[in-house]
């Protein structure tokens, strides 16, 4: 069974750091399409950090040059490394993975259905 499991959220001042980190367990990252998304409470849903398979990125202007977006296939994985936090960024992180979306289709508030869920890390960013 797959499964997702993310960690690493917390509270930050503006202008800290944070890593979420998203372990895969139940099958091989390195053959899907992977993204972090991000719900705020009243907001929709949206994809703001993508890797493919190749390695590629894709990110959403909002945190474009501020988060990256990495995985270690050898722990199986993903990471999203979050700099310059701004109390905009406060919102429920999820990670995601799927083996046919790809890049800039899971960037955004269009998004299709997606394989593979996890269940969430709150971020908090404090003014």
């Known amino acids: 069974q797959v499964q997702l499991v993310e960690s690493g959220g917390g509270s930050v001042q503006a202008g800290g750091s944070l890593r979420l980190s998203c372990a895969g367990v139940g099958y091989t990252y390195n053959y899907y399409c992977m993204g972090w998304f991000r719900q705020a409470p009243g907001k929709e849903r949206e994809g703001i950090a993508a890797?493919?398979?190749?390695?590629?990125?894709n990110y959403a202007d909002s945190v474009k040059g501020r988060f990256t977006i990495s995985q270690d296939n050898a722990k199986n994985t993903l990471y999203l490394q979050m700099n310059s936090l701004k109390p905009e960024d406060t919102a429920m992180y999820y990670c995601?993975?799927?083996?046919?979306?790809?890049?800039?289709?899971?960037?955004?508030?269009?998004?299709?259905?997606?394989?593979?869920w996890g269940q969430g890390t709150q971020v908090t960013v404090s003014s």
């Open positions: 995601a993975a799927d083996f046919r979306v790809c890049g800039p289709s899971l960037i955004g508030t269009m998004l299709p259905a997606l394989d593979y």
């Open positions: 890797l493919d398979s190749d390695g590629s990125t």
